[in-house]
């Protein structure tokens, strides 16, 4: 009866990042080990149970709306973002600089994991997938400070390699190095959407 | 820079079934308004911010284990149910039995709606549909005991029709006759899974 079919690779956490203080900026700091509750990383400025909604809802919400928070987690992977700095001609692009959390090894494009996937750690800890990111002008703005003349390149080379946005389906520890066991819903495409 | 498109076309609620308490059995009541708080139906026993793992999870979790709850409401199509009821060669299913929580009316297959999908009320109320839902032997059990010698027949004749488990975005009010708005994330197959 289980929906969900485990699939046959797993991936590696290769690096964890966690900032307190949104009003720092966007930057956080690497950390070898987070603590995720039900509302997301411990002392990370991204979790919450709820979040008011802004742009990215636009269409559904007005700015501001208190909605549940799918943005806990905030994943990128390394083999994306080593595409986006070719793309950009840049030597690296550091996930420091995306206000990532979590950047993954090993698992093929990971911006087009879909919806409902979860994410397994070594502790049992799970995320479950929101849905792909979009890249922003925020991020531009920071590339844009570390590579002067670069900045206004990302949004397009960044396209479907944003990486996605999680939330926590069972609390635990997560460090790096972790294997990523991923479970993924059926997948079809909806007739009716188009 | 939002991710999700709105749908061409709206559904309409149908019938809101709601019970408060799971030992009495799996059969719901039907009521003309609910209210979703961000736990769920007020007062249905689907609801709650975690529950215990089950059998639907067991190839991530051992039985019992507390996770999020992403099947705080159920949601069922009446033309589906009706296709089922067609198979099984019966009069009528009603979504009492099913332990639904909501029928809609006017959204195609909506057992095959994209995970993550955002099904937006009237009155502002949205869920999140987390998956396919999967016919299982305990609905077989309510339909033998109503229509004595068909339950057997119903796990096989409901396979991809059994609706889709939702969670609360948004809370608020939903009732008989609202208008449900559709909003999907991207649609792709991920390559990464065959």
């Known amino acids: 009866m289980p929906i969900l079919t485990k699939l046959g690779f797993t991936g590696t956490v290769a690096a964890l990042l966690a900032n307190p203080d949104r009003a720092s900026g966007l930057e956080k700091a690497r950390c070898d080990r987070v603590t995720l509750t039900f509302d997301g990383i411990e002392g990370d400025c991204h979790s919450g149970r709820t979040h008011p909604s802004d742009v990215r809802t636009i269409t559904q919400y007005q700015r501001g709306i208190e909605v549940a928070n799918t943005r806990q987690v905030s994943i990128l992977s390394e083999e ?27 698992i093929p494009q990971l911006s087009f994991l879909p919806p409902s996937t979860r994410l397994m750690f070594s502790s049992g800890a799970t995320l479950i997938v929101d849905m792909e990111n979009a890249p922003c002008r925020f991020v531009a703005e920071v590339i844009e400070k570390h590579r002067p003349g670069k900045g206004a390149e ?24 972790d294997e990523i066991v991923l479970h993924v819903p059926p997948q079809r495409i909806y007739a009716g959407a188009s």
């Open 80 to 106: 994306e973002l080593a595409e986006i700095a070719t793309t950009m001609d840049l030597d690296e692009l550091l996930p420091e600089w995306f206000g990532a959390n979590l950047v993954t090894r090993g």
């Open 154 to 177: 990302f949004v397009a080379a960044a396209q479907h390699k944003r990486g996605v946005v999680a939330w926590v389906e069972k609390p635990g520890d997560i460090a790096t190095g």
